[in-house]
């Protein structure tokens, strides 16, 4: 239930409030260049919908937050 909380979270953060809240934050982190590298690549809500599928079980590929993130900044449909 955390989980699922935690990446409608993230999803709001990137639909409402990415240059308020989300950008600062992935920029604090040190993850705004490889965010922004995403960003350019995803094109459309299959896309996004795999890697949001792939990294929920690969630990090496990005975190599964700025993906979520990376959902909500491209309007994917919650």
Not at 29 to 42: H, N, P, S, V
């Amino acid at each position: 239930v955390a989980s699922v909380l935690g990446g409608i979270a993230g999803w709001a953060l990137g639909y409402y409030a990415y240059d308020t809240i989300a950008r600062p934050v992935l920029e604090f982190y040190g993850k705004l260049d490889a965010f922004e590298q995403m960003r350019t690549y995803i094109h459309d809500e299959w896309e996004i919908l795999l890697l949001l599928l792939v990294t929920s079980g690969l630990a090496h590929l990005p975190p599964i937050k700025i993906v979520t993130i990376l959902a909500g900044v491209i309007h994917m449909n919650l």
